[in-house]
Structures are given as C-alpha cells and as structure tokens.
C-alpha cells in the first residue's frame, strides 16, 4: 500500500537540504516523476545510472533519490546509447521518481 506520495517525500528531504540553497548550476529537486505519484519503497544511490535504476526496479522500489542529479542542463536528445538518456528512458518506463538532493 502506497501511503505517502513523492511530494510527502521531497518535503522530508527539503527540510534539512532546502532547494534555495543549491548552486545556480545545480539541478536539485524531482527530476522524473509527478509529486503526486505514490511511493512504498525508495533507493538511495549517489547517482542516477542506469543500473541504479535497474537495481530499484529489482528491489520494487517507486523512487530513487540521489545526491547528484541525473540531469545538470537541458537535454537534446534522449538515447540508450548515452547513460544519462538511458537512466531517463528506464526511470520512466518503470514509473520510478528521481529526486536529487
């Protein structure tokens, strides 16, 4: 049962890491996903790459929140042959939230 929503989460993490002091490069906060999705189990990782997705795909996990974020600038293309692309592409077909804090 899917108590708690990816907003209920990020509020967690904002109150002792708030999105106002990040750096003006830095791209912090829910990258994948709707705060309104539902969230049972999250991952934590350091980054964002496509085996940490497929390892919280294994685990069920609904979220993932790293340290770094998976995208830093905006994105021209996404691809499976590029690893941020890839992670993006498996993040969304799994239905998993990405938040980097």
């Not at 309104?36 to 996990?61: I, N, R």
């Not at 979220?63 to 692309?85: A, R």
């Amino acid at each position: 049962m899917k108590e708690y929503k990816v907003k209920d989460v990020a509020a967690v993490i904002e109150e002792f890491a708030p999105l106002g002091i990040q750096e003006k490069w830095d791209n912090s906060g829910l990258c994948i996903g709707s705060p309104e999705a539902g969230v049972s189990s999250v991952l934590l990782g350091l980054d964002c790459t496509p085996e940490l997705v497929d390892e919280a795909v294994a685990a069920g996990a609904d979220m993932i929140v790293t340290h770094h974020p998976l995208i830093f600038s905006g994105l021209k293309k996404i691809s499976p042959e590029d690893p941020v692309g890839l992670a993006v592409m498996k993040a969304v077909a799994a239905g998993i939230s990405v938040y980097a804090a």
